[in-house]
């Protein structure tokens, strides 16, 4: 049974850094490309990164460019988004995702692309 565990949420003043985590057991964590998404009340959950199943690709919603950063270490069998320069408006409650595909993920900021959710991690952000 897959499981994906998120921490390191928390509530921070704009401008401040936050470093989620997210560990995962019950299936090879290395041959599957992760994701992070965020949720606000009201609204649908949206990408914001994603990393390869070796670290190799990534990518990130413009929202978010040059602020967060994606990384894994398939060792620990552990993925991290690095949050900088935190805004008011990414204050959601942060989900990781593992893809439903070996190796390949073909849409990464698709929701449909993942099959494996964490329960998330909220980030509240004050101005």
């Known amino acids: 049974q897959v499981q994906l565990v998120e921490s390191g949420g928390g509530l921070v003043q704009a401008g401040a850094s936050l470093r989620l985590s997210c560990a995962a057991s019950g299936r090879t964590f290395a041959n599957y490309g992760m994701a992070w998404f965020r949720q606000a009340p009201g609204k649908e959950r949206e990408f914001v990164a994603y990393?390869?199943?070796?670290?190799?690709?990534?990518d990130y919603a413009d929202s978010v460019k040059g602020r967060f950063t994606i990384s894994r270490d398939n060792a620990k069998n552990t993925v991290y988004l690095q949050m900088n320069s935190l805004k008011p408006e990414d204050t959601a409650l942060y989900y990781c995702?593992?893809?439903?595909?070996?190796?390949?993920?073909?849409?990464?900021?698709?929701?449909?692309?993942?099959?494996?959710w964490g329960q998330g991690t909220q980030v509240t952000v004050s101005s």
């Open positions: 995702a593992s893809s439903r595909t070996l190796y390949s993920t073909t849409w990464p900021n698709n929701v449909s692309q993942y099959n494996y």
């Open positions: 990393i390869s199943w070796k670290g190799v690709n990534t």
